[in-house]
């Protein structure tokens, strides 16, 4: 399948740490753009952070801002989400996609977005 395989995720304690992997599995990374989202239950999909395809600007959502950090290795197709002082807050199922021409994160416009994964769990609890 053309997807993303997104893998990391788990049961921490507040204050702990992940890192979360998103592998292009199908197609090859290099010239896509790839959001970080998340969906808590009973709660609407939210913008995580995104990491662009060329000079690898960056952006994060203002929860998640000096506590997380988006990376890319395209000879490996592979986007990670370091996740430090987590808190229970983050808890959620954590997704990656490709984000189409036109996307801003800032903005929160999010245009053609493709190649979901099955996403990861991360739970925050003591």
């Known amino acids: 399948q053309v997807q993303f395989v997104e893998s990391g995720g788990g049961l921490v304690q507040p204050g702990g740490s992940l890192r979360l992997s998103c592998v292009a599995s199908g197609f090859s990374l290099g010239s896509y753009g790839v959001g970080w989202f998340r969906q808590a239950p009973g709660k609407e999909r939210e913008g995580v952070s995104c990491?662009?395809?060329?000079?690898?600007?960056?952006y994060y959502a203002d929860s998640v801002k000096g506590r997380f950090t988006i990376s890319r290795d395209n000879a490996k197709d592979t986007v990670y989400l370091e996740m430090d002082s987590l808190n229970p807050e983050d808890t959620a199922n954590y997704y990656c996609?490709?984000?189409?021409?036109?996307?801003?994160?800032?903005?929160?416009?999010?245009?053609?977005?493709?190649?979901w994964g099955k996403g990861t769990l991360v739970t925050v609890s003591s």
């Open positions: 996609a490709t984000l189409g021409y036109g996307t801003s994160c800032r903005r929160k416009i999010y245009v053609g977005m493709d190649h």
């Open positions: 990491i662009s395809p060329s000079d690898g600007s960056t």
